[in-house]
């Protein structure tokens, strides 16, 4: 059971690290997009999309991981700090679909300002790493916050 808890512990922080790592590869990417040719901007926004990709994947891992981790170990769910992950997980998750995924789509019609978008996806990438982060806080130090 030990062995088993383990285990899932280290799948839960292997996908912590896949699901805030590659999002630092997202602000080089989008800054290189400004003022570029078709196929350039084409390989770029492939690149973006499997970043997406990988970090949503891995979010769904790292849910799943964590839930298990509650289900089989000594951490009970009502805990504040698994709490108060629960309610940054709830608004991160708001970010990744709307602002990502929406903005990507808008990003091919032909009334849209790429400029813009750009900004917004770049300050979105900045705000989801903040809400990452300050997850891995909470699992890390564990605080008893009420
Ligand atoms: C559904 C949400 C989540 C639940 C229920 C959950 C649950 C847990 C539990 C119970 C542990 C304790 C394992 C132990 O030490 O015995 C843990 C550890 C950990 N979690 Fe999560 N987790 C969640 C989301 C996250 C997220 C979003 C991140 C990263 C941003 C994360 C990163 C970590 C890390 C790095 C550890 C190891 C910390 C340590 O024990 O020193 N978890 N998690």
């Known amino acids: 059971m030990n062995y088993m808890y383990g285990t899932i512990v280290f799948v ?11 999002l630092f590869l997202l602000m080089p990417t989008i800054k290189r997009l400004r003022n570029v040719d078709v196929s350039t901007e084409s390989a770029y926004l492939s690149v ?21 981790l509650i289900l089989t170990g000594p951490w009970p769910w009502y805990a504040s700090w698994v709490i108060a992950t629960l309610a940054v997980l709830l608004l991160s998750g708001v970010f990744l679909s709307t602002g990502f995924t929406k903005v990507l789509r808008k990003y091919h019609l032909p009334e849209s300002n790429k400029g813009d978008l750009l900004t917004i996806l770049n300050r979105t990438s900045w705000i989801y790493i903040g809400l990452m982060l300050i997850m891995l806080w909470l699992m890390v130090q564990k605080p008893m916050l009420w």
């Open 12 to 22: 839960h922080v292997v996908s912590a690290v896949l699901s805030i790592g590659p």
């Open 48 to 68: 973006i999309h499997v970043i997406i990709r990988i970090v949503m994947h891995s979010g769904h891992m790292l849910v799943i991981s964590g839930v298990l």
